[in-house]
């Protein structure tokens, strides 16, 4: 399979906790997106990647979430001192080279239920 | 903010009905437009998209949406609906920046 994958597909955590997932992204794709979906709603943008640099950040993206691309492959989403408000689904998505354009093939996303 | 709305949150249709699910955008310049389909335990696939062209689109699956720019709109239909159609369908837009502003999605039931 060449799709974009997600792991773990589902996490449940207590409040306080630290929680990270992974995606990996389509192999030649060099961006990488993150958003979170809830209940009832389209997906919300987080955080992007071209390459290993990341180029954009949400409001939502609080203080206790960190993204990583180290080497501009797999990308990495840790949350610190999950609360409840944090239970979601959190989708990856990859896009190619050639144009912003391009378009962005998601993952299966890591459901994540703090308790 | 750039926005995108859809105006359905739940249609219930029968097999062989005829599908239009309503997407409207708010950004006003270059407009980049998605359709993503969510089938049930699965994730988000590509629809149809339009990015420049010949406004009416056709996608997978015998779907699709028409761009119109005075309407603001880029609404999706199908001709004849099936079971296998049942899914929760996203319009989305690209920001300029390079990310996908999401319409809230239209959840389809398609009774047989």
């Not at chain 2, 239009?20 to 993503?36: A, D, K, P, Q, R």
């Amino acid at each position: 399979d060449t799709g974009v994958s997600q792991d773990p597909r589902h996490k449940i955590t207590k409040r306080g906790q630290n929680v990270t997932f992974r995606c990996d992204p389509i192999s030649e794709h060099n961006r990488l997106y993150w958003y979170r979906q809830t209940l009832g709603q389209g997906p919300e943008f987080l955080t992007y990647f071209q390459n290993e640099a990341q180029l954009e950040k949400s409001r939502l993206l609080s203080d206790r979430f960190s993204a990583e691309r180290p080497k501009g492959s797999f990308s990495t989403l840790e949350i610190q001192r999950t609360e409840q408000g944090d239970s979601a689904m959190y989708l990856c998505a990859s896009s190619g080279r050639t144009s912003v354009q391009e378009t962005q093939y998601f993952g299966p996303g890591t459901r994540l239920l703090v308790l | 903010a750039q926005s995108v709305s859809q105006h359905n949150h739940h249609v219930i249709l029968s097999e062989a009905a005829s599908l239009e699910l309503g997407c409207n955008y708010s950004y006003g310049g270059t407009v980049n437009l998605f359709w993503y389909v969510q089938y049930p335990g699965q994730h988000l696939q590509l629809l149809l998209k339009y990015f420049s062209g010949d406004p009416l689109v056709k996608g997978i699956k015998g779907f699709e949406a028409e761009f119109i720019k005075s309407k603001f709109s880029f609404n999706l239909r199908k001709p004849s609906v099936q079971w296998s159609d049942t899914a929760e369908y996203f319009c989305a837009e690209y920001n300029q920046g390079g990310k996908l502003i999401f319409g809230q999605g239209t959840e389809l039931s398609v009774k047989p």
